[in-house]
C-alpha cells in the first residue's frame, strides 16, 4: 500500500508530505484547488512521462517520492529481484523532474529506467477515472482479470505448459526434417566422404606423432654416418680406449712407490676412460634410435600427406578428421533410420498438440462459466448505479492464434440501453457511465487482479444523491479489501471515508503567490468540509445536519 508521499516544487507545492493509511481516503476541495497536481505528483512518481511545466515556476528541479510497503509475495518483489533490486518490506520510488524537461527515476536510491519505474508503478496503483481506465482500455487484460475473478490461474499455467511443450516438440520435428532434407541431397557425397575416412582411419594426434617421426628420419639420414663413425673410432680396432686403459692400469701399478706424482694423473685418465666409455654408449644408442627401414620413411610420409590432403578438401584441422567422420556416419545413419525417428517426433508433437487442445478447451469451459458468474455480479451493482437499463457482457470469442494463455480473446462488453447494440465497453459507454462500470467491475473483482492500492479520480462527476452514496457505499466495500484514495466532490461518497485529506489554495508567506496545502480533517472540521460540500459558499446549519447525518451513515 502507499505509505506517504513527498512532494517538492511541483506547479503550486513548494513542500508536501503526506501519509497514508489503509481503507478508503477522500482527497476534496474547491475546484482549481490542486486535487489534480496530487495525482499529476504520484503519476509522476510511478513512471508517468515526465513534463517541465510540473516544475514549480522559479525552481531548477521538483521531486516526488512515493514510500510503499510491499509484500513479499507481491509480483513486483519479483521484478525488482530481476533488476538487481534488494526490495525488503518497503519501496521507495523517487522521480526528480529538471525544469529543462530531463528527468530521473530511482527504486530505493538506485537509478533505473523510466520503463522499470513505470512497470513496478503499474503493480503497485492504479489510477481510475473517466480518462485514466487502464484496466478496461487494455483489452489483453480482461483475461487477466477474467482468469484471477475465477481462480483459474492454476489452470493458466497449465495450458501455458503444455503450449509450450508443443511449441518445443513442433521446433524438434522442423529441425529434423530440415536435417533430414539437407543430409538427403547429399547421401552420395556422404557415403564417397565416409568411405575415403574409413579407408584412411584418422587418429587424434596422429598428424603430430607423423609430422616427428618424419623428421628424425630425414635428420637421421644426414647424420647417421658421422655417428657411425665416431663409434667406430671409440668401439673398432683403433679405439684409445684399450691404450687408455693399458696405461692406467700401470701407473696404478707404480702409484705406491710416487703417489704425489701418479695420483692427478691417474685420477684425469680415469675420468678420460668414463667419459669416452659415456660417450660410445650414447653413440650406439643413438644409431639404434636412427636405424630405420629405408621404405618406412616414404610410408610415414604417404600417410602424412594423404592426412593433409583429406583434411585440405573438407576443409577441416586433421586432428578434426576423425570427429567427421562419425558426423558423416550419423548423418548417414539419420538418413537411413530418419523416417522412423521423424515418425517418433511427428507423434510426440501430435501427442502435445492433444494436450494443450484438451487443457485449453477446459480452461475455455471454465471462463465461459466464471464469465456467466461475473456478469451476474457485476449486473447487480448497476442499478444502484444509475445504470439499471444497461446490460455488461463478458465476449468470449476464439483467439486468432493459440497462445500460452488458451483459445480464447476474451473482452468486456457493455450495452447501455435496451436496444441498442452491444459492444467493447472503452467504445460503448461515455466517460462517466465508464467509471462506474469500473467501479462495479472492481467491487465484483474486489482484491483480484487489482494492484494494492486504487485510486479514483472524480468518478462521481455529474451524479448525486442517491447514486453518489451508492457510489461511497462501494468504495468502501473495495477498501476492505485493497487501499482506496478517492478525489471527490460528492459529500456522500466523502461520508464515507476512514481518513480525509482537504486540499485548499492558500496565500504563501511571502504574500505575492498561491499555494496548494492539504490538511487532513477529522471531528468538526470534517463536518464543516462536508456541510461545505453540500451547501457550497454559504455553510447553513441545515448542511451542517446534513453532513452530520451523512457522517453517522444515514444518508
Known sequence: ?????????????????????????????????????????????????????????????????????????????????????????????????????????????????????????????????????????????????????????????????????????????????????????????????????????????????????????????????????????????????????????????????????????????????????????????ALRRAAFDPTELERTEERLFALRAAARKHKVAVDDLPDLREKFRTALADIDAGETHLKALETALEAARADYRQKAAALSQERRAVARALRAIVNGELPALKLDRAEFTVDIEPAATNTSEGIDAVEFWVRTNPGTRPGPIVKVASGGELARFLLALKVALADKGSAPTLVFDEIDTGIGGAVAAAIGRRLQRLSETVQVLSVTHAPQVAARADHHLCIAKVDHRDGDRVETAVETVAGDHRREEIARMLAGATITEEARAAAARLIAGEG
Open 1 to 285: 500500500m502507499l505509505a506517504a508521499l513527498s512532494i517538492r516544487d511541483i506547479v503550486l507545492i513548494e513542500r508536501l508530505d503526506l501519509d497514508f493509511s489503509t481503507g478508503l481516503t477522500v482527497l476534496t476541495g474547491e475546484t482549481g484547488a490542486g486535487k489534480s497536481i496530487l495525482l499529476d505528483a504520484l503519476a509522476l512518481a510511478l513512471g508517468a512521462r515526465g513534463d517541465a511545466a510540473l516544475v514549480r515556476h522559479g525552481a531548477e528541479r521538483g521531486q516526488v517520492t512515493a514510500e510503499f510497503h510491499l509484500d513479499a509475495n507481491h509480483p513486483v518483489a519479483a521484478l525488482l529481484a530481476d533488476n538487481d533490486i534488494d526490495a525488503g518490506d518497503t519501496l521507495i520510488l523517487r522521480r526528480v523532474q529538471a525544469a529543462d524537461g530531463r528527468s530521473r527515476a530511482f527504486i530505493n536510491d538506485q537509478p533505473v529506467g523510466v520503463n522499470l519505474l513505470h512497470a513496478v508503478g503499474a503493480g503497485l496503483v492504479e489510477i481510475h477515472g473517466q480518462h485514466a481506465d487502464r484496466a478496461l482500455i487494455d483489452a489483453a487484460a480482461h483475461r487477466r482479470l477474467l482468469d484471477a475473478f475465477g481462480g483459474l490461474e492454476a489452470q493458466v499455467a497449465s495450458v501455458g505448459a503444455a503450449w509450450r511443450a508443443e511449441r518445443d516438440a513442433a521446433e524438434q520435428c522442423a529441425a529434423y526434417r530440415r536435417r533430414m532434407a539437407e543430409a538427403a541431397r547429399e547421401t552420395e557425397f556422404l557415403r564417397d566422404a565416409l568411405d575415403e575416412l574409413d579407408r584412411l582411419e584418422p587418429v587424434a594426434g596422429e598428424e603430430v606423432a607423423l609430422a616427428d617421426r618424419r623428421q628424425l628420419m630425414m635428420n637421421a639420414e644426414k647424420i647417421v654416418g658421422d655417428l657411425d663413425d665416431a663409434f667406430e673410432t671409440l668401439n673398432g680396432s683403433a679405439s684409445p680406449i684399450p691404450t687408455l686403459a693399458g696405461v692406467l692400469r700401470r701407473l696404478e701399478r707404480k702409484s705406491g712407490e710416487a703417489p704425489e706424482l701418479t695420483e692427478a694423473a691417474i685420477a684425469a685418465l680415469d675420468r678420460g676412460l668414463e667419459g669416452l666409455e659415456e660417450a660410445r654408449t650414447a653413440l650406439e644408442e
